[in-house]
Nanobody
């Protein structure tokens, strides 16, 4: 099993910023992908950004590139999501996901999620 723990969520005012973190632990082979997803009330879970094994970062929406930045610390098996200029639209539960490969077996894992609420 691989355990993912997110942190950094909370209540922030519009225009504010925050930085989320996700750390993987457990029976880690090779993490081939780590990503951030979010799910707002009564909406589907959507991909925000991900980083593959080569270190390349991809955002789901190019329009978010100016506000969202994903980074990785390989030594700590940790990824981050920096969000700036937050709006109420960003309110959601943010989930971390990782694909762990051991030999030829690959499996996706999910964290519990961290709540981000943007409100004045």
């Amino acid at each position: 099993q691989v355990h993912l723990v997110e942190a950094g969520g909370g209540l922030v005012q519009p225009g504010g910023s925050l930085k989320l973190s996700c750390t993987a632990s457990g029976n880690i082979g090779i993490i081939t992908e780590m990503g951030w997803y979010r799910q707002a009330p009564e909406k589907q879970r959507e991909l925000v950004a991900k980083i593959d094994g080569s270190g390349g970062a991809t955002l789901e929406d190019a329009a978010k590139k100016g506000r969202f930045t994903m980074s990785r610390d390989n030594d700590k098996n940790t990824v981050y999501l920096q969000i700036g200029t937050l709006t109420p639209e960003d309110t959601a539960v943010y989930y971390c996901s990782a694909v762990n490969q051991i030999g030829t077996r690959a499996r996706r894992y999910w964290g519990q999620g961290t709540q981000v609420t943007v409100s004045s």
